[in-house]
C-alpha cells in the first residue's frame, strides 16, 4: 500500500511517515539533525527582486505572483513579530518544538550586506528559532554575500534555496528568469564549502519542456550532489503573463497523474541523501486558474510513492553522481517513522 503522511503538509511543513518510503523527505532530516519536530515559519523581509526592479528586467517570471504561493507577502511586521505570531500558530496546530525561519518571497539575499545581516540576526534572536532557510536567485550570491553566510552557518543551521527551475537556458530565457544555468552552476560552487546546505528548486511542466528535457535538468542538479531539493509542478495563477499565454491554449497542463510520473523520473535521478524538501506547488487564496487538481496534496504524494512502487524503484536508483558525503547512513527506505 503507499505510505501516507500522518498530516496534510501544506508548504514546507515537516512530514512524518509511517511505513518503508522510497524517497529521503525534509521531516526525517530536521528530526535527525534536532531530535524533534522542526517547522518552517514563512517571513517576509520586504525585499524585491532584480527582475522586478529593472535590474534584470520588469514583470518578474511569467508564472510569478507573490501573493499567490507565499502566506507572508505583503505582511508589515517586523521579522520578530512575524516569527512569534507564526510560531504560536505552528506550535497549536502542528506541535512543533523548534522553528526555522524561511525568507521566502522575493530574492533574500538581494540588498546591502548591513541590511541582511540586521534582518537574519533578527530572525535567529527569536526563541527556539534554530536555523535560517533563504530564498533567492544564483545572480544574487556575491562573494560578500556567501562569506556573511558561511560566518552564520558556523553557528546556526542554514539553508540557501535557489530557484532554477530548469538547466535549459531556453526555457529559462522563455519563463523570463534572468539569469542563465551557468550562473547557477557559478553560484552553486562558490557556496560549496562554506558549510551552506543548497535546496534548488525546479519546476515540471514548464513551457516548451518534454519529459527527456525534465529529466536532464533531474540529472544535471544531481551531479552537483546537491543537499535538497523542491519540485513544483506548473500552475496558473492570476494576474501574470502565464495566465495571459494559458487563456490562448499556449500552455498544456500537467494531469496528476503526469505529474507524479515525472516526479518519479526526477527523485529515481537524485542522491538517496538530497533531501525533498516539496514535492508539489502549492497556491494561496482564490488565485488558481488552473490545473485544478480533484487531488489534494496528500493523494499527489501518495500517487508519487505508488509510482515508484511500481516501477520497483526509489530515489537514486539511477543516480551515477559523485560518492555520498562523509557520514552518509542511507536508511531512508525501511525505517518506520514515529508518530
Known amino acids: 500500500m503507499p505510505v501516507m503522511p500522518d498530516a496534510d503538509p501544506g508548504p514546507d511543513r515537516p512530514i512524518t511517515y ?3 518510503r522510497r524517497f529521503y523527505p525534509f521531516s526525517q532530516f530536521l528530526r535527525e539533525r534536532f531530535g524533534c519536530k522542526v517547522y518552517k515559519l514563512t517571513v517576509n523581509a520586504g525585499f524585491t527582486c532584480p527582475n522586478r526592479d529593472g535590474t534584470k528586467g520588469r514583470g518578474g517570471c511569467i508564472y510569478c505572483e507573490n501573493r499567490s504561493f507565499s502566506p507572508a507577502a505583503g505582511s508589515r511586521l517586523s521579522v520578530s513579530r512575524q516569527l512569534e505570531k507564526e510560531k504560536r500558530l505552528a506550535a497549536e496546530r502542528y506541535h512543533a518544538n523548534k522553528f526555522i525561519a524561511y525568507f521566502q518571497p522575493f530574492t533574500n539575499t538581494y540588498g546591502p ?16 528559532v534554530v536555523g535560517l532557510s533563504l530564498g533567492t536567485r544564483p545572480d544574487c550570491t556575491p562573494d560578500e554575500v556567501l562569506d556573511y ?14 530557484g ?6 531556453c526555457t529559462l530565457d522563455l519563463i523570463n528568469r534572468g539569469h542563465t544555468f551557468e550562473e547557477f552552476l557559478d553560484a552553486a560552487a562558490r557556496a560549496r564549502g562554506r558549510g551552506i546546505l543548497i535546496c534548488v528548486h525546479l519546476i515540471l511542466g514548464l513551457p516548451g519542456e518534454d519529459a527527456q528535457m525534465m529529466c536532464q535538468t533531474a540529472d544535471r542538479v544531481a551531479a552537483l550532489g546537491i543537499d535538497g531539493v523542491k519540485l ?10 502565464l495566465e495571459k499565454m494559458h487563456r490562448r491554449q499556449e500552455i498544456p497542463m500537467l494531469t496528476m497523474e503526469q505529474y507524479a510520473a515525472l516526479a518519479a523520473d526526477v527523485l529515481e535521478r537524485m542522491p538517496p541523501w538530497t533531501v525533498l524538501q516539496r514535492f508539489v506547488g502549492d497556491v494561496q487564496g482564490d488565485s488558481l486558474i488552473a ?14 510513492q505508488a509510482e515508484l512502487e511500481r516501477r520497483g524503484t526509489q530515489q537514486g536508483s539511477k543516480y551515477s553522481g559523485p560518492p555520498s558525503p562523509p557520514g552518509w547512513t542511507d536508511h531512508s527506505r525501511t525505517e518506520v517513522m514515529p508518530r
Request: glycine share 4%; charged share 35%.
Open 149 to 162: 553566510l558561511g560566518e552564520l552557518a558556523s553557528r546556526t543551521h542554514l539553508w540557501l534555496e535557489y
Open 232 to 241: 513544483h509542478h506548473l500552475h496558473v495563477v492570476r494576474d501574470t503573463t
Open 18 to 20: 509511517r511505513g518503508a
Open 164 to 169: 532554477l527551475q530548469s538547466a535549459h537556458d
Open 291 to 304: 490545473p485544478k487538481w480533484r487531488e489534494g496534496k496528500l493523494r499527489v504524494l501518495e500517487a508519487i
Open 113 to 128: 550586506i548591513e541590511k541582511l545581516r540586521e534582518l537574519y540576526e533578527e530572525a535567529l534572536s527569536v526563541e527556539d
